[in-house]
């Protein structure tokens, strides 16, 4: 397997805070068998992408783990104005070891105007846009239409392992649940970010998949989209997105407006909402 978006890089962002702690979470990693992991640290207003400091212990890590995985550089690209400028101006810095691969993610609770504008750039400039677990986001959970836009404009979309058995919440789980029966999901990834804390379990996510959706499927998500986005080429032939281009509504949404599916949010282990817990005493 290989994971496309894990927070190795210690002491850059939120993910791991030492040299050991990546050492560990590559090993992790390796035990669930995962053979090389793509290093996404954050490029935010609170993380800015430090390019100097990210390569030097990108090699760094890379040196120690040679001949137990294998690591690719690329980032967890926030959809800011400065962020996309740069993009621009440097092509494929951000992307999958420059390949062109890139993974955008969004605020939790807004999408601008003027995104898909934005996400339109990105393309024309060469990149393909990957958009991390859309699943998890609270503005996305209130309007999941906006994954099937996102698709039509070509965008592929990433979902968190963790997310399919409810680690993030019920609402991420049935979204994710969803869209993998929907055939709308092209990567699963771990999101690591500590040894523990969200930790890089892939093996757990795959069985799951394969049981629900065969082992095509499995591979597929886990190996080989993966595979291609690394290597910078095309996807190998998807299976046709259920309902895409006609327009028909995700079962969640139409879920959610009967009022049956708590909130979720967009952390992990998100308690029941409000509501849930108050009718529930
Ligand atoms: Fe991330």
């Known amino acids: 397997m290989i994971d496309i978006h894990h927070h190795l890089i210690y002491g850059v962002d939120d993910g791991a805070p030492d040299v050991d702690s990546s050492l560990q979470m590559a090993r992790i990693a390796a035990s669930e068998g995962v053979t090389r992991i793509v290093c996404t640290p954050h490029a935010n207003d609170t993380y800015?992408?430090?390019?100097?400091?990210?390569?030097?212990?990108?090699?760094?890590?890379?040196?120690?783990?040679?001949?137990?995985?294998?690591?690719?550089?690329?980032?967890?690209?926030?959809?800011?104005?400065?962020?996309?400028?740069?993009?621009?101006?440097?092509?494929?810095?951000?992307?999958?070891?420059?390949?062109?691969?890139?993974?955008?993610?969004?605020?939790?609770?807004?999408?601008?105007?003027?995104m898909d504008q934005a996400m339109f750039q990105l393309r024309s400039a060469g990149y393909t846009?990957?958009?991390?677990?859309?699943?998890?986001?609270?503005?996305?959970?209130?309007?999941?239409?906006l994954i099937a836009t996102w698709m039509q404009q070509d965008c592929l979309v990433q979902v968190t392992a963790g997310s399919l058995y409810g680690r993030f919440g019920r609402a991420a789980e049935a979204l994710a649940n969803e869209l993998l029966e929907r055939n709308w999901i092209h990567f699963i990834a771990t999101d690591a970010h500590r040894p523990t804390m969200r930790p890089p379990h892939m093996r757990k996510a795959f069985a799951y998949v394969r049981e629900r959706m065969g082992e095509e499927t499995a591979q597929r998500l886990f190996v080989t989209n993966p595979?291609?986005?690394?290597?910078?080429?095309?996807?190998?032939?998807?299976?046709?997105?259920?309902?895409?281009?006609?327009?028909r509504p995700l079962r969640f949404k139409l879920s959610r407006q009967g009022g049956d599916m708590g909130s979720g949010g967009g952390a992990e282990g998100a308690k029941p909402s409000f509501w849930k817990r108050l009718f529930s005493k």
């Open 227 to 247: 595979r291609a986005a690394v290597e910078g080429v095309s996807l190998p032939a998807q299976p046709e997105p259920e309902g895409l281009w006609e327009d």
């Open 48 to 114: 800015p992408y430090r390019e100097d400091v990210v390569l030097e212990r990108f090699g760094e890590l890379r040196e120690k783990l040679k001949g137990e995985i294998e690591l690719s550089l690329a980032c967890d690209f926030h959809m800011t104005a400065e962020n996309i400028q740069d993009a621009i101006a440097h092509p494929r810095r951000y992307s999958i070891d420059g390949k062109g691969y890139l993974l955008i993610e969004f605020a939790n609770h807004v999408i601008p105007p003027g």
């Open 129 to 145: 846009l990957i958009v991390t677990h859309p699943e998890r986001y609270p503005v996305v959970q209130q309007n999941p239409e």
